[in-house]
């Protein structure tokens, strides 16, 4: 139980372009996801919590016009990337919680996304 | 724990060895705290976790201790094989709060 899946796995991009990553929950019902980043032999930076119905809310220093959530369904979250860059080639990864009252958090298995 | 730093520190035990994996978390108010597997281009799987109101907790070959008086948290994994090789980070979370704060990982290699 409790697998989160993204798609695609990885992605090659041109600048300027945008980019959309899905997370799912498979097997329960995520009222709330999150998105993170990791940059090489870094640890995990948290983004965005999204939470199902509502705008997400975004950590300190991620711009919500780049980096659009939309968690339209309580087994779908999409993390699109707007006029990419170089800069945001990346590690990217989406967890999701089981519910409320839940509190472990199960990850997806990352998109590898490079922007040339 | 912070998420610092540009290198992961590194932990090389022999295959069969005990393996002890540290972290310092900062938050004297967190009271959950969980142990992720990272292996390459994979994202983090889950292990172990630990309430505050315990300080040990085991599972298959793998037992977390908490010491709330240091904020210190450690994940034993014993008779280490080579499919443990990967980077191990710790997480904690404090209250109401949804979203965990991770540490800075440890690259675990184990040697044939």
């Known amino acids: 139980g409790a697998v989160v899946s993204q798609h695609p796995s990885r992605v090659i991009c041109k600048s300027g372009t945008s980019v959309k990553i899905e997370c799912r929950s498979l097997?329960?019902?995520?009222?709330?996801m999150f998105w993170y980043r990791q940059f090489p032999k870094q640890s995990l930076m948290l983004m965005a919590t999204?939470?199902?119905?509502?705008?997400?809310?975004?950590e300190q220093g991620v711009e919500k016009d780049k980096f659009l959530i939309n968690h339209a369904s309580l087994t779908l979250s999409t993390l699109t990337v707007t006029s990419a860059h170089p800069e945001d080639s990346s590690f990217y990864i989406c967890?999701?919680?089981?519910?409320?009252?839940?509190?472990?958090?199960?990850f997806g298995p990352g998109t590898r996304l490079l922007v040339l | 724990g912070e998420n610092v730093g540009l290198h992961l520190p590194t932990l090389s035990v022999q295959e069969g060895d005990n393996s002890i994996i540290n972290c310092a978390y900062s938050?004297?108010?967190?009271?959950?705290f969980i142990w992720y597997k990272q292996e390459s281009g994979k994202g983090p799987q889950f292990i172990i976790d630990?309430?505050?109101?315990?300080d040990k907790r085991q599972g298959q070959r793998v037992t977390v201790l908490l010491n709330k008086t240091v904020k210190h948290l450690s994940l034993q994994i014993a008779a280490t094989q080579p499919g443990d090789s990967a980077v191990y980070f710790c997480?904690?979370?404090?209250?109401?709060?949804?979203?965990?704060?991770f540490g800075s990982g440890t690259q675990l290699t184990v040697l044939p």
């Open positions: 967890s999701a919680i089981a519910g409320a009252g839940q509190e472990t958090q199960y």
């Open positions: 097997d329960f019902q995520a009222t709330t």
């Open positions: 999204s939470n199902e119905g509502s705008k997400a809310t975004y």
């Open positions: 938050n004297s108010a967190s009271d959950y």
């Open positions: 630990i309430r505050s109101n315990m």
């Open positions: 997480a904690e979370k404090g209250g109401s709060a949804r979203q965990l704060t």
